[in-house]
């Protein structure tokens, strides 16, 4: 995989903190709500602001309680009942919510591995287990939360650092209680999770934040090199000798590995050539390629007529989709058919979905997620011979420049002059080429 998530979590890793660092690396606060919305729970609010952590500027998120314990923060040592605090109810209210069912399915994760450590800590049966603090609303939503943010970002799964703890003793339900909590170092040991003590006094890692990576990790360590695409700060609410922040990175693991490969292919004079002053600009050019996660969409129809599959892939388009293609395929009983193929953002997913069943006669589709690979392109504006002006698509590649001039602009000006398409896109790419020269 070209492109992880990686979660530094020096000063260990809790629910309200990851969702503060998710949030931090881009996903709009109007989505989260939004999606949020479809759990279809009360009696909380959610706050996001920005925060300072030892001089470092971090997200903070935070979920208010509106109705018991009105006005209370979560992570305060306060009690909060809600009909939500079993394990069995709680999946009961994720399944019959609207969620997509990649959040879901991460949500009921999370929630598990949650409840199995709380089920072998209290010696109960695991649908049977009552979650106190953890069962409550502000946890329900910070899980939630958590996956939501992920599937915006199109990850689902996580790289984690070790996890740091600290010692003493913290208050729950039952009083005080060893950091780190009993369910805590149950999921610490059953997932094998790399954890490392520190003396500092006080809880680092919560049973939420536990969770969160002992269900999601995937890659246990690092790949020996790659390029951070992006940074986000999440803001604990405690404040210890040192910050009190996650730190989650995007990674692209595949840059830099790339170039070195590209390296070893040149004869030894380019490579000689390449490490005397070209090197930066080769490695520059490589790293220009951006890559990212693109959702695909299929249904395949055998009742739908020609002008139906037009209309819906004008429709798929004025929704957002990045593209959209039909083609022709075989079905059972030999009937000819087309396969309707949508490429959009994992985001979008849902939209494009109501779109081809609206649409289309299709009753089923398939979904999958792909990496995608996109050159670098900037549009410019060419002068031909007689003056007149089109827009060209410039896009660059191992140090190697195209151009595509723009369909409807090249349509214009073939028709003013009466000369052939071919000949003004021809023409159109010389004076973008010499544009450059000129430079």
Not at 281 to 295: D, F, L, R
Request: glycine residues 8%; negative net charge; charged residues 30%.
């Amino acid at each position: 995989m070209s492109r992880e998530l990686y979660l530094e979590c020096y000063s260990g890793i809790s629910g309200d903190m990851t969702v503060a660092a998710l949030l931090d690396l881009g996903v709009e606060e109007s989505y989260l709500r939004q999606e949020l919305e479809k759990l279809h729970l009360d009696g909380y609010e959610i706050k996001i602001s920005r925060t300072k952590k030892n001089q470092i500027t971090a997200m903070d998120f935070d979920v208010i309680l509106t109705e018991e314990g009105e006005g209370h923060h979560h992570h305060g040592e306060h009690v909060h009942s809600h009909s939500h605090n079993s394990f069995k109810e709680i999946c009961e209210l994720v399944s019959r919510s609207d969620l997509n069912a990649h959040i879901k399915e991460m949500t009921l994760k999370i929630f598990r591995v949650i409840a199995e450590a709380e089920a072998k800590v209290h010696g109960t049966p695991v649908e049977e287990v009552h979650f106190h603090e953890v069962g409550a609303v502000d946890s329900i939503v910070d899980i939630t939360a958590a996956a939501i943010c992920l599937y915006r970002l199109g990850f689902d799964s996580i790289t984690a650092s070790e996890l740091w703890e600290g010692k003493g003793t913290t208050w729950c339900q039952h009083g005080r209680i060893p950091v780190p909590a009993p369910a805590v170092l149950e999921m610490l040991a059953e997932h094998r999770v790399p954890v490392k003590f520190t003396p500092v006094e006080g809880e680092m890692i919560t049973p939420t934040g536990a969770g969160i990576v002992a269900a999601l990790s995937g890659r246990r360590k690092l790949p020996d090199s790659f390029v951070v695409e992006k940074t986000g700060t999440g803001a604990g609410k405690k404040d210890f000798p040192h910050a009190n922040i996650l730190r989650a990175m995007i990674l692209n693991t595949e840059t830099r590995a790339g170039f070195t490969e590209r390296r070893m292919d040149r004869t030894d004079a380019e490579a000689a050539g390449c490490f005397s002053g070209q090197a930066k600009e080769a490695e520059k050019e490589n790293t220009g390629i951006t890559q990212n996660v693109v959702s695909v969409l299929e249904t395949n129809v055998d009742d739908c007529s020609g002008e139906q599959l037009g209309y819906a892939m004008e429709c798929l388009l004025d929704a957002g989709a990045l593209d959209t293609c039909c083609i022709p395929v075989y079905m059972k009983k030999n009937r000819p058919a087309y396969m309707l193929q949508v490429i959009c953002r994992p985001e979008d997913e849902e939209k494009m979905e109501t779109v081809l069943f609206r649409e289309t006669t299709s009753i089923g589709l398939r979904k999958y997620r792909e990496e995608r690979s996109i050159l670098p392109r900037e549009i410019i504006t060419v002068t031909l011979l007689d003056g007149q002006q089109v827009r060209v698509k410039k896009c660059s590649h191992h140090g190697q420049e195209f151009y595509y001039p723009e369909y409807e602009d090249i349509r214009a000006v073939s028709r003013a002059a009466n000369r052939s398409f071919p000949e003004m896109c021809r023409e159109a790419a010389e004076a973008a080429g010499r544009n450059k020269d000129g430079e």
